[in-house]
Each structure stands twice: as C-alpha cells, then as structure tokens.
C-alpha cells in the first residue's frame, strides 16, 4: 500500500533526510520519501502491517522533529 501524507512545521531538509532514512529501515516498509520542499511525505509499505508501521512513523518524526505534524 503506498499512501501520501501532508507534513505540517518540518523545519529543515536535514531532518527530512533522516525520517526518510529511519522510515526506510521499518520492517516492512518497501520505499519512502519525505520531502522538505513539498512538506509531503509517501510510504510504501506492506498492506496488512499498514498501521503499525504508520504508528512506527509518527514515532521517529516526532523524535527527529517534534514541532512536525502528520496530517493523515
């Protein structure tokens, strides 16, 4: 399942490189992407693990950048 996300108050491109970098290592997880320019982010990840692997996400962006909201 792939789905895009709105990212609200993410303040640098280098935070964004290291969620996308965190996100990538998730078990289950086949791609991702966060984008600093676009304040979007998209995860692909295996259907059935869908929500806890999102659960996994807002808990690294919150720790890289805890002013950045998901908005889902």
Known sequence: MK???KLEDLDCAN???KMEEAIKKIEGVNDANVSFMTQKMMVDAV???FD???KEVVKICAKVEPDCKILM
Do not use: E, R, V
């Open 15 to 17: 935070c964004a490189a």
């Open 47 to 49: 259907d059935d693990k």
């Open 52 to 54: 806890d692997i999102m």
């Open 3 to 5: 789905k895009k996300f």
